[in-house]
């Protein structure tokens, strides 16, 4: 069983730009979700994709949008970069949304963004 | 709405001593509650969760948690600390029925002593 996985694990980049991270979700599971985790905080929602559609959004502004492809891999990307962007983005992908009720979400290892 | 209240952010205790994490959660509907576990460098795993089915719910690793809905708390705990134990504890709550958003804690680090 493939788990889930996330690249690049770190990155760098410049306030002002944009930038893409990558997830591969878990085999069989079809929805993911993105999460940002700051330093010494825990990870908060941004958003959920379902069949390819966003299925709920936390608190974050429309410059963090979203991808899910047909193969439930999803990107997340984001305009603008400003230096509170800097966190640990997680990805998680779970089982479908009515199949199986508490699916847990199963977690990658993050992707590392720095924004200086 | 919910919320996850983790009472504590550094839990210090010796190895083979109980390990006891503390949460409380707020939710306007039945919640779904869960444990997970971020080692260095890591994303998170999955302690355990509890579903409205039994109220103590035992995890891996040896951790187990109790539901209490009249004190809202879902406590972690394990009676013999072990040194691969040390790492940051995350509690979280969904609501019922839902596998949408989880709203996590600000999370608990656990130091084992030697």
């Known amino acids: 069983e493939t788990g889930v996985t996330q690249s690049p694990t770190h990155l760098i980049k410049t306030r002002g730009q944009q930038v893409t991270l990558r997830c591969s979700s878990q085999s069989g599971h079809n929805t993911v979700s993105w999460y940002q985790q700051a330093l010494g905080q825990g990870p908060q929602f941004i958003f959920q994709?379902?069949?390819?559609?966003?299925?709920g959004r936390g608190n974050f502004p429309p410059r963090f949008s979203g991808l899910q492809f047909p193969n439930y891999s999803s990107e997340l990307n984001v305009n603008a970069l400003e230096l509170d962007d800097s966190a640990l983005y997680l990805c998680?992908?779970?089982?479908?949304?009515?199949?199986?009720?508490?699916?847990?979400?199963?977690f990658g290892n993050g992707t590392r963004l720095t924004v200086t | 709405a919910q919320s996850v209240t983790q009472l504590g952010s550094h839990v210090s205790v010796s190895e083979g001593a109980l390990v006891l994490l503390r949460c409380n959660y707020s939710?306007?509907?039945?919640?779904?509650l869960f444990w997970y576990v971020q080692y260095p460098n890591q994303g998170l795993q999955l302690l355990l969760k509890?579903?409205?089915?039994?109220?103590l719910v035992k995890g891996i690793n040896g951790f187990e948690a109790e539901f209490k809905k009249s004190e809202t708390s879902f406590h972690l705990t394990k009676p013999s600390a072990h040194m691969s134990d040390a790492a940051e504890y995350f509690c979280a709550v969904s609501p019922s029925g839902s596998a949408r958003q989880l709203t996590f804690g600000s999370g608990t680090q656990l130091t084992v002593l030697p």
């Open positions: 994709y379902y069949r390819e559609e966003e299925n």
């Open positions: 998680a992908s779970s089982l479908g949304l009515e199949r199986v009720k508490g699916s847990p979400l199963h």
């Open positions: 939710s306007s509907v039945p919640p779904y």
């Open positions: 509890y579903t409205s089915a039994a109220t």
